[in-house]
């Protein structure tokens, strides 16, 4: 009899902030400069982190540092001074010694202005690459309930 | 007798050209903030157009603005405060009516820290977005070789 | 009989913001990076305006700027990644053709870290500096009771 | 007989280093946001400090940190992208435990469009403020001649 295997998909949660255009993040043309999303992104996964208890100061309390090592940006509308926009950021598991955040960025109308991911990986004080997933993220990752206690 | 159809690779041209690391670029960790790479990019994109002569004020003067709708970046070691970098930029040609841009950020010691692709599309001055190749543009490759004239 | 002479003190409004400070904000030594400040006195004066009905994008409206011509700042203690400061943004009656701002900024022990200000003037659309003060800025003065009406 | 007693006019040293207005920097009125100035002033400081022999990193060597107290910049023209400015940056000399900068910044055709000063302090590594003047900074001011050896 054969048994039917099927991949499990991958577990995700979200969080959606919102920022406000400041006039300094536009430019001539009168849109937000493209380099300024990355920060808008950031942003995001610290609204994300400061909702589901994981921050860059946990991280630090650890002895690791979380560097982005990978970033992509798609831009399908632009934002200008003055909007509030959404920020939809969403951390796609993975059994690797990662962390995948996906976001969308969304104008006042609701049209998304912006999609992108990032990946960071776990460096140690030492400035060790880290191979597999630290402690303090795998017991983040039972307490949100993406693995199982 | 049977002509040999080939393809043509992509033809490129490069710049290379330096920039310095600015303390407000650095972060808490002491390292470059990884956003500030795509203002890096933009650094070696203008570097390039102001060699070859082709900048965003010539798109201007042709009433193009020309948004960036997609970067991606990789990172793959830090840079500190006082480094100077190396950027070589390198426009990669296509039929679209879209630039293409790669990216190699070396450190002083000469390896990779960095790279990245944007790309870019042809927008009218009323907003709207350019199918074909503007005429300007045309006129560019042709003067630099990317096409025969 | 003699009428008492008395000069009028200089009539104030104010409004208190929050900030809260990014990573990307903060330097090597892990503090805001002093030219932030600059930044954060601008979110002030936007939210002051959100609040009290004055914008740039009014002074827009209107065909007038009104560009930054003098600031000054001073900093007592430095803020630090993820502190929520406020600002206390005041404008400072003025019968001159000018916008004068003052700020203090507050750490989450309500300690100042920052004080300073800001003058603006008035340009037309064509570049002019403008003399008198706008309509618009007239009526406005009136509307939050800095003039009598 | 009485010897006339005269102040010596403090002395001063100077250095002159050119920045190139990025597209970044520029606001959507088409010209740089002020905040950016401060930046100029850092790029200007840091060019002298390499010019002459003292640098963050030295500081950094020495235990020291040399945080701003106190900036203050006049706007008087704009700059806008693509401008290669030239800042003068001048060390004012002070028997005080400070070091002052002064600033001019000027526009492609040599008009001033900006001036400012800066006033920073030393604090050891421990945080605590020093009243006297490092021995490291002794050591460059007779190095440089503003102190006799």
Known sequence: MKKK???????EISYTSEIRVRFVETDPLG???HGNYIQYFEDGREAFG?????SYLDQ????FSTPIVKSNTEHKLPLRYGDIATVKTTYVDSP???MIFKYKIFNPEGEIVCTGETVQVFVELGGELSLTIPDFFMKWKRKVGLIDA
């Open 50 to 54: 400061r909702h589901h208890g994981i």
């Open 60 to 63: 630090k309390d650890n002895n």
């Open 96 to 98: 690797a010694a990662k």
């Open 5 to 11: 295997l099927r991949s499990k998909p991958s577990k």
């Open 31 to 33: 849109i937000v400069w």
